[in-house]
């Protein structure tokens, strides 16, 4: 019998990578990327001249390779979309011992 175990939330983490945290956000900004881009119809090859980069850059980012690529680059990304991007920071939870990070993204 195969002995199931229940993720994290966080694949990357459940992996036991180093840089979790960032590979989620990170995978989490190319996801919605993606899906801008797919929602408008536009090639990868359109997607990179509004983005400023390179297709072939564009297409290893949304295939989920993106050690290459800041999430400011990302965050910059979405904002060329049309965007809004905002960052807070609050305090983190009584119980917890460090802070998180996520991503939320607005309706």
């Keep these: 019998m195969t002995a199931i175990e229940k993720s994290s939330g966080n694949v990357y983490a459940d992996l036991g990578l180093p840089d979790a945290d960032e590979m989620l956000v990170k995978a989490q900004l190319a996801m919605k990327i993606g899906e801008i881009i797919k929602a408008r119809r536009w090639t990868q090859q359109q997607a990179a ?3 400023g980069m390179t297709q072939p850059k564009l297409s290893t980012m949304l295939r989920g390779q993106f050690r290459g690529i800041s999430e400011a680059k990302m965050l910059e990304c979405l904002a060329k979309l049309g965007r809004n991007v ?6 983190a ?3 917890a011992a460090a802070g998180r990070v996520e991503v939320v993204f607005a309706a």
């Design 49 to 51: 001249e509004v983005l």
């Design 86 to 91: 905002q960052i807070v920071v609050g305090p």
């Design 93 to 95: 939870r009584r119980s």
